[in-house]
């Protein structure tokens, strides 16, 4: 089998639940292509293994496909498609041609259309779950959803399954220690970025042929049309929701830079965003964020795009599409992304510099107490790009990040020292100076303030 990357905990989960000697009800949910199928596969590439998939069509063809899933497992055609008409019966005489003692899983896959279909299958699960398969170690049942509202929804407590499930695994992007993995042949630079495009998403990633320039990959990638991830920003936003004009114009907006709620309304030109953005926050696209300070005040949050690629998407395709398919995969770099490339990597490259000073924080430092780590922002007037705080021995770290060449350290680090004097420091911390650059500095800095460059960050976030 191919090399499986950063799933060690939710294989070590699955194999415990299938090992504890009773029934085994799992969930398995997250947004596409973050490697829920493959994680199911590698699980079950040793055991005897009903795979059904749902798609979007009826319900007898969803039925006779499980049936043919089936029979490709035993070996046999145990049974004929077309012979049984509903879940309940499809499930009993599968199940009844099934007379070993060696184990079986039953997977439902994509597992909302299965159920858009055909309403009365996950009644039907329930069924055999609490009459028959509970107290049984014969049956496993392994349910995924790529739609996170449809398992919020599943979980919830008038969902037939609340309170059943005995797994349940909301499987979550690879940490940039683990996605740099599938990279080993590219820079440190180039690393970061497709990080910083991709986010942990194995399957995005794999758009990055290890033989190609990374600028090429880039271009056949994501701005063919041919490429497989030229729709994907549309494709996963159809996933979960619906009134897409609303949403589109929420994350077009939130792509360039994060907002408060009043500039999103005046930029929709609407009366209300809450309800979009509280389902946005839901599926986890969108964040609320709020200045790392001493009583920071409400007004001054704001709402970012949390997913990096739907960020990029956004960001450079979403409003180019036409311009895109009229110049082509390379003019369209050429005009529309190289412009504005270091820009859109200078606020990738903030955000990686605050989740690296937080893991510093706990792995290297032991921090005890509640530890923060954010930006800070006055208005417009004030923009700190890394605070961090500790409480319990009341430090603030205070950080700049150089995503382009500096032409000289010192002036940057007078720049930081210029915005800590604006810094609500309360009474009772003190304060540290950090400053993250992407390029080595080449001579050393005579400073107590931190200079962390992206090298040393990438050796260190494992």
Known sequence: MSKFIGRTEQMRLLLNAWKAGDGMLALLYGRR???KTELIRQFVHDKKTVFFTGKETKSQILIDDFIAQANLCFGREAVKPGEVTGWKAAIRIVLSHWSTDERLILVFDELQWAAAASPELIGTLQE????????????GVILCTSSVAYALKLLGSQSPLFGRTTLTIELKELPMSAAVEMHPHYSNSDQA????ICGGVPLYHLAFVHRRPFR?????????????LYREGEMLMRAEFQEMPSYFAILT???????????ILELMEAKDAHYYLDRLIRVGYVERIMPIAHRAPRTEARYAIRDPFLRWW???????????ELLGPKESFSQIVAPQLDHFFSSCFEAFCRNWLLRHYIVHDRAKGEVLVGQYWRHEKVQ????????????IDLGECKWGKVKSIPAVIQELKRKAQNYPLHQDYSMGLRVFLHHSPLNPIASNVRIHTLEEMLDTNG
């Open 216 to 228: 090429e990959n880039l271009t056949e990638a994501f701005l063919s049309p041919a490429g497989p």
């Open 253 to 263: 907006a939130l792509a360039e830079k994060p907002r408060r709620n009043k500039d």
């Open 384 to 395: 700190i790009d890394v605070v961090g705080c500790r409480t319990q021995d009341r430090w």
């Open 314 to 324: 956004f960001f450079f395709l979403f409003n180019n599409l036409s311009a895109i």
């Open 193 to 196: 970025q497709i990080y910083f």
């Open 33 to 35: 292509r973050i490697g």
């Open 128 to 139: 055999f779950w609490d009459h028959e398969w509970k107290e049984s170690p014969k049956i």
